[in-house]
């Protein structure tokens, strides 16, 4: 009874040990303190199959991965009074990089002291008009803009793309300016997130959803990880998610979405949760272990105890 309990048990965690998907990718901009750890995201096995880092050129860490291993994706971030975004994805083009989709836009509803990019939907339509466009004739995916979380985002989408149609109809003929993918931000729990992705659905249908930041911020460890794995499993059960990114890759005492959210460590050590975006299984790392700093001092305390050592033999 014990053994097969326990049989059954082993099969059950081996069947749970690993989801895989291929919609992960990674939402990640260097860390100048820990350079260490841009090499953990691309190591064989990884699931991550593409990245962003809010930025329209790709990070230099990434620079050795093939376009198609590890696919970048050029964001155009904010407010810009030229066509330098659409200038620099022709220059990747150009320069051989298979750049297929875009991103626009980071949190444009929101304040800048919270990381959004503030702008006007009048503003933004404008610069929609110079910098996506012309990449959207040229076959590449663009995403709508991705907004915060908040109930302002359907509103400042739907005044954005009314304010591009004006700037594209002439009289008599309404032109809509259009778009590949929706693309979702979510802090909280998860029927909250559901109920956004609903949101989204009912305002703009028949569109793929890509949610490109998304935890359940501050929470314990525990209610945490509850909501990676059902999140995780919601997107890749439904057709309507082709991609998501985890906002979590960084260490804990870096984190701004709570020292618990996070994918690595103080030490740069994947925590469950970030082995399992990986496509790997726990690793029993408890985000809020490790601390480089003080283990170097460690190091340096052990170094000096071993010399004085060494004074006393002589
Ligand atoms: C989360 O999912 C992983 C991988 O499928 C599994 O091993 C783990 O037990 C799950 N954890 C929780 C808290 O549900
Ligand atoms: C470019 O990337 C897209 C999407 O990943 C892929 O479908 C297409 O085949 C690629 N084209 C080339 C020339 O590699
Ligand atoms: C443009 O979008 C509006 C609002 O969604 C819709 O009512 C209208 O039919 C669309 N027009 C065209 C030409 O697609
Ligand atoms: C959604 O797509 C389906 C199939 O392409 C189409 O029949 C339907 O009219 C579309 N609905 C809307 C609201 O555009
Ligand atoms: C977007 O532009 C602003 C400023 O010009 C107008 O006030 C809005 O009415 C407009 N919105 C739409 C949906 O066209």
Not at 119 to 147: F, H, M, R, S, T
Not at 233 to 251: I, N, T
């Amino acid at each position: 009874m014990r053994s097969s309990l326990a049989l059954a048990a082993a099969v059950l965690s081996v069947a749970h040990a690993q989801t895989r998907s291929d919609k992960r990718g990674l939402v990640f901009v260097p860390n100048k303190k820990s350079p260490e750890d841009n090499k953990i995201w691309v190591q064989d096995g990884s699931d991550l199959t593409w990245y962003y880092n809010y930025d329209p050129t790709p990070s230099s860490a990434f620079s050795s991965q093939a376009q198609s291993d590890f696919e970048f994706v050029p964001m155009l971030w904010g407010s810009i009074d030229d066509t330098s975004f659409l200038d620099s994805v022709n220059n990747l083009i150009d320069g051989g990089r298979n750049i297929s989709h875009v991103l626009t836009f980071n949190e444009p509803d929101g304040p800048t002291q919270y990381g959004g990019s503030n702008i006007y939907p009048w503003k933004a339509a404008q610069i929609w008009v110079d910098n996506i466009i012309p990449l959207k004739e040229k076959g590449i995916k663009v995403g709508l803009p991705a907004c915060t979380g908040g109930t302002g985002g359907i509103p400042w989408l739907q005044q954005f793309l009314g304010n591009c149609s004006q700037l594209i109809s002439t009289n008599g003929n309404t032109q809509n300016c259009s778009y590949d993918f929706v693309t979702l931000h979510w802090y909280g729990n998860f029927e909250g997130l559901a109920s956004h992705m609903g949101e989204y659905s009912a305002a703009f249908p028949n569109k793929t959803q890509w949610i490109t930041e998304y935890n359940f911020d501050n929470q314990d460890l525990a209610t945490t990880q509850d909501f990676f794995n059902m999140s995780a499993e919601y997107f890749d059960r439904l057709d309507s998610v082709a991609r998501y990114s985890y906002f979590g890759s960084f260490r804990s005492d870096d984190s701004n979405v709570g020292p618990n959210a996070v994918m690595l460590n103080n030490d740069g050590d994947l925590t469950d949760i970030g082995s399992w975006y990986l496509g790997g299984v726990a690793t029993g790392v408890d985000p809020q272990s490790g601390s480089a700093a003080r283990s170097q001092v460690d190091v340096l305390f052990a170094v000096a105890l071993a010399l004085v050592g060494s004074l006393f033999l002589i």
